[in-house]
């Protein structure tokens, strides 16, 4: 009847369920039926009452047949709508829970680069029209479909020109529909994309409200807020404004129909042409036609919003997800945790990172990387993990290239304490926890001991129940760090990553840390970066770094002796103490 929709982003999610949705099919064309049978019995009631037969049997039993199709046709109703919700509910979590999936399993490049308040809101605008969609798709525009067209057949059989004229109505309906709904269609992507910004922008500056009142930025931030507001205000506006002028066009179409057909109807009954019950009738079925002809009008509007939407968050499943378990990987058994870099180059968008990385480290020692912000090492430890793939070289974890190691195997060997530390807004407990998620009290709180975390925690009223805050805002950075150690700890992993772990802490801070990282470091592979050289001297390899290049490796002594950055940077770190 309208233009083409393409309804296959909506009904694969409807694709599991077909069962539950021929039966909600069937309670549809039920209740509809029911309804289109009421016209019927005003025919005959009218006719028979108009004729002195007021008092004859029949007439009561179509009133009770009336009563009967009402109160049924509303039972069918009721269970129409909890079918139709509970499909409606289930797309609805199988959207969300297929997006969280599949933005889980996708690579930190990624996330690195989109907000994480636009990604949301795409879920939460989709999840929001689909809900919806399952009844205008399909409980609610068949329906309406097949009424147009029985209404349609009925005032046919009544008067053949009565039914040309309604056609012609009906087909200046569905062009003006088709002509305005498209403006909404473009309107609506525009709202979309600007929704997805903003809430984009919210949701990075919320946890940032330190920095905010810090800066006392506070009526800065709610000019902006406002501002972008405005420009949301006026973008809905607009389309309200296309939205009403369609809805104008509509109503006068369908106004216009009616009246027509309605003195139509009169000058037929005048001239005896149909009866006054035919006339009853056709008045009807004019009414069910139009009232149906208007709800696919809205509805085809919705739906294509609806289907935009749902298309526009479907774009993240182009992006490629991180393959965990390819074909003949490699499970690893009793891992030791030598590592070596072979020839390893690394680029993002085409900018040089990471370029001829050579060096290999034994299980159980100890790797510095040094060097000015910027210059690769954090993004060279990632390449262990496989959290950046690199385009050259070979990266060996006993002896084997990571790639062809079943990825989730490799990282859970390997633990990170980042200076930043990434807590739940959950209790100590289960952040400690999250690290072996069946792990026992027992294990735990050993685990916190050795991180030197057990004694702040016991001093809260709920000890290892309290909750963190979000991001861990009711701890102390140093706090927070100890907790990140016991983490790692409880993984006991063979490779251990410590980027900038003691950087932002004070001298109370780093002790306890600094004791509570030599714990977790004992026979395990360390990769440390760290501008505070004081804290690697022990190291067994001390690689520097510099334009993405190794320009000096070898023990603190070696490099000391060799007189080139390494030892600048520790005379320079040694002077300013």
């Known amino acids: 009847m309208f233009k083409e929709i393409d309804l296959r982003p909506l009904l694969k999610y409807l694709r599991p369920y077909k069962r539950d949705v021929w039966l909600t099919s069937v309670f549809v064309i039920l209740e509809n039926s029911t309804y289109l049978m009421l016209p019927l019995i005003y025919s005959r009631v009218v006719d028979t009452v108009t004729k002195g037969g007021f008092f004859e049997k029949s007439v009561y039993l179509l009133l009770l047949l009336w009563a009967i199709l009402q109160i049924g046709g509303g039972l069918l109703m009721r269970v129409r709508v909890i079918l139709s919700n509970k499909l409606g509910y289930r797309a609805s979590a199988d959207l969300i829970n297929n997006s969280i999936k599949h933005l889980i399993s996708l690579p930190v490049s990624f996330h690195k680069r989109k907000k994480v308040g636009e990604v949301i809101q795409k879920f939460s605008r989709a999840d929001g029209y689909i809900y919806s969609l399952i009844d205008y798709a399909l409980f609610s525009i068949i329906p309406y479909l097949t009424t147009s067209f029985l209404a349609f057949i009925v005032i046919f059989w009544i008067n053949w020109m009565l039914a040309v004229i309604f056609m012609v109505f009906i087909l200046f309906f569905v062009v003006v529909t088709i002509k305005k709904t498209n403006p909404i269609i473009i309107s609506q992507g525009k709202m979309n994309k600007f929704f997805e910004k903003y809430y984009g922008d919210v949701f990075d500056r919320t946890p940032n409200i330190i920095a905010i009142k810090s800066n006392t930025q506070e009526a800065s931030e709610n000019e902006r807020n406002f501002g972008a507001m405005r420009k949301g205000l006026d973008l809905s506006q607009r389309q309200v404004v296309i939205w009403m002028n369609l ?331």
Request: aromatic share 8%; with cysteine.
């Open 247 to 577: 809805y104008f066009w509509q109503n006068l179409i369908s106004t216009v129909a009616t009246i027509s057909l309605f003195g139509i109807g009169i000058y037929l009954v005048s001239i005896n042409k149909i009866t006054i019950g035919q006339f009853v009738m056709l008045i009807a079925y004019i009414n069910f036609a139009s009232n149906a002809i208007n709800m696919l009008g809205g509805h085809y509007k919705k739906l294509q919003e609806g289907i935009a939407t749902i298309k526009r968050s479907e774009k993240i499943f182009n992006e490629v997800s991180e393959v965990y378990d390819v074909a003949d990987a490699i499970h690893l058994k009793n891992p030791k945790g030598d590592i070596e870099f072979k020839n390893v180059s690394f680029s993002y968008e085409d900018e040089k990172v990471l370029e001829d990385i050579n060096f290999k480290v034994e299980a159980g020692k100890m790797v510095a990387i040094i060097g000015k912000s910027g210059e690769g090492k954090s993004t060279l430890v990632d390449l262990i993990s496989r959290y950046n793939i690199p385009q050259k070289g070979q990266i060996l974890f006993d002896g084997v290239e990571t790639g062809e190691i079943n990825l989730k195997d490799l990282r859970d060997n390997i633990a990170i304490v980042p200076q930043e530390i990434d807590l739940f807004n959950d209790s100590i407990k289960n952040n400690i926890a999250y690290a072996k998620l069946d792990a026992v009290e027992k294990e735990i709180v050993r685990a916190a001991k050795l991180a030197n975390c057990h004694e702040f925690i016991s001093k809260f009223p709920k000890k290892y129940e309290q909750i963190v805050g979000e991001k861990g805002v009711r701890l102390s950075t140093g706090q927070k760090q100890r907790v990140a150690i016991a983490r790692a700890i409880l993984r006991n992993p063979r490779i251990l990553i410590l980027d900038e772990a003691t950087s932002a802490l004070d001298s109370e801070s780093e002790k306890y840390v600094q004791s509570a990282l030599e714990e977790v470091m004992k026979n395990r592979t360390t990769f440390v970066i760290a501008h505070r050289l004081s804290t690697i001297r022990k190291a067994d390899l001390i690689l520097v770094i510099e334009c993405g290049k190794i320009v000096e490796s070898g023990d603190h002594q070696e490099l000391m002796n060799h007189g080139g950055v390494y030892k600048k940077l520790s005379e320079l770190q040694n002077i300013q103490v």
